[in-house]
């Protein structure tokens, strides 16, 4: 979970190396990404021990019903994950991502509690609450170091159905692992990242013709000009995500653990991601000291959220 939480905050440091690369060209190699990672970790990790099938042989033995489970989780993450994009472009970090991220994990960690009830529910849900305390702190102190967008109705919009997207997803893909028969976590990963592609090869193709942001469209040519370096940044970008993914579908199988608790401390993402921001990009070097003030709240807010969270299995 822990792993999970560090490449799920740590991802997006790709993108801010590829400094004029559009979003959605940016996505091609992330796809591209979610596939080198799945068969890199599924021919290694995913083929090795005593227990379960090697990756090929899983992925070849999993029925259709757990395979469009775990391929319906990908588009829908997918489609979330555009969204959420376009909304922090439209309405700004501050508004899209408390937003979009904390109606996402709360909408995932209850509806994936439900299916599968594992934990102390009071630690969990009001470590839960903890974290999303957290997330607006994080989102008044982008406030404060900077000149707010303009709030529009569209951005809050979108963020909503991101947020109800990207809590959706990973009941799919625990149901996908669940039950006598069902693939592990590696095969489940590859049915996933299949979802993935497949949606963008239509939804990202729609959002260069169209970007939701209001900028010009994105043309397809501006993908072979990019450097060979931002095409490696941004597969390295989907590698690490999708590693992420892994090691958080492997944590919720564990009778202990559960989906519920594993999504929540995978979310923790937000905190590693800020942490970057803070201690490597140096994004508030210039803030004000209330922005500076707000930010250590949000990290000592999610350090005790999370600990609530990781303690609900064993109390």
């Known amino acids: 979970m822990i792993l999970s939480m560090l490449c799920w905050g740590s991802w997006a440091n790709t993108m801010k190396v590829c400094p004029g690369y559009r979003f959605q060209l940016f996505y091609w190699d992330y796809v591209i990404g979610l596939f080198v990672g799945a068969l890199l970790l599924g021919t290694t990790m995913g083929s090795a021990g005593s227990q379960g099938l090697p990756f090929f042989r899983d992925i070849a033995h999993t029925d259709p019903h757990h395979a469009r489970l775990a391929f319906a989780g990908g588009i829908i993450f997918n489609v979330a994950n555009l969204l959420l994009v376009a909304a922090i472009d439209i309405a700004g970090l501050a508004v899209a991502f408390p937003v979009g991220i904390g109606l996402a994990l709360v909408v995932g960690a209850v509806s994936s509690y439900i299916l599968a009830p594992a934990g102390n529910p009071a630690l969990l849900f009001g470590g839960i609450t903890i974290v999303v305390a957290a997330i607006v702190l994080d989102a008044a102190a982008y406030r404060a170091r900077e000149k707010q967008k303009s709030i529009t109705t569209r951005g809050v919009v979108l963020s909503l159905i991101s947020g109800l997207l990207m809590g959706s997803f990973y009941p799919l893909v625990a149901r996908a692992m669940s039950d006598s028969g069902a693939p592990g976590p590696y095969a489940t990963a590859f049915y996933f990242a299949l979802g993935v592609a497949i949606c ?55 009778n202990i653990v559960g989906p519920a608790v594993s999504y929540s401390i995978g979310q923790g993402a937000t905190m590693i991601s800020a942490a970057w921001g803070v201690l490597v990009w140096r994004e508030f070097a210039a803030a004000p000291r209330r922005a500076k003030v707000l930010l250590g709240w949000m990290f000592a807010l999610f350090l005790c959220g999370l600990a609530a969270v990781a303690l609900a299995p064993v109390l």
């Open 200 to 254: 963008s090869l239509a939804a990202n193709t729609l959002l260069m013709r169209k970007p939701l942001d209001g900028r010009e469209p994105v043309a397809f040519n501006g993908y072979a000009k990019a450097p060979l370096t931002w095409h490696a940044w941004g597969i390295l970008g989907g590698t690490i995500w999708i590693f992420g993914a892994i090691f958080n579908f492997t944590a919720s199988r564990a």
